[in-house]
């Protein structure tokens, strides 16, 4: 007669398998979602990872010459020195408008950086592996009488020499993004959102 002991054993292990099978039916949405949960740790630190890699973007502004319609213009950018980024990006602009002529300090915008550029994630950039990051809030003029304006300087022309030779043209200004909200897009789902203060307290990379 065998050990009825046993069963209990049986029926957890037959559950244990059909709970498996069933797991791959699950829709890829839902299984990568779940596998690509992030604590808001490790979001940060991969948001500032992506700024400190990257040297240029894509920021979006509402237009005036276009009747309120988004504009988007690729831009330069520098958060510090290479291995010393601290995540706010600065800026070498001379306009925004498709016509310029308008006021670029104070003006919302929206700073777009992909992974796609650096080679690490080895997929289309729209693919969900290949991370986003979209940074929104005010551009804010530094003027040269602002002690920020040194760092904003060596941050961009260590970076981006070839601005050195831009300074010539007085229509050149330095800028920064005053960040008010942060998104980071990786795997399926809604993008995590940062405050400034979580994205900001990682050490510099």
């Known amino acids: 007669m065998k050990n009825s002991s046993s069963s209990p054993l049986f029926v957890q292990l037959g559950a244990l398998i059909l709970f498996f099978l069933l797991s791959l039916l699950r829709s890829p949405v839902t299984a990568s979602a779940e596998i690509g949960f992030m604590s ?43 291995g010393h980024g601290f995540g706010v990006p600065y800026f070498y602009l001379a306009k925004l408008e498709p016509k310029g002529g308008y006021e ?7 700073l777009t950086v992909s992974e796609d550029p650096l080679g690490t994630c080895r997929k289309d950039a729209q693919n969900p592996n290949c991370s986003r990051i979209s940074l929104t809030g005010k551009l804010k003029w530094i003027s040269l009488e ?60």
């Open 104 to 110: 670029i300090n104070g003006t919302r915008a929206a």
């Open 40 to 82: 808001p740790e490790l979001a940060a630190f991969k948001a500032r990872w992506l700024m400190a890699k990257n040297n240029w973007g894509i920021l979006s502004t509402i237009s005036v010459d276009l009747g309120g319609a988004p504009f988007g213009n690729v831009v330069s950018f520098s958060d510090g020195e290479p």
């Open 146 to 205: 602002n002690p920020e304006i040194k760092f904003a300087q060596v941050a961009l022309f260590t970076k981006h020499p070839e601005m050195k030779d831009w300074q010539s043209y007085r229509s050149f200004q330095i800028y920064k993004l005053d960040l008010e909200d942060i998104f980071l897009f990786y795997l399926f789902g809604s993008p995590m959102h940062l405050t400034p203060k979580d994205y900001l307290k990682v050490p510099p990379i």
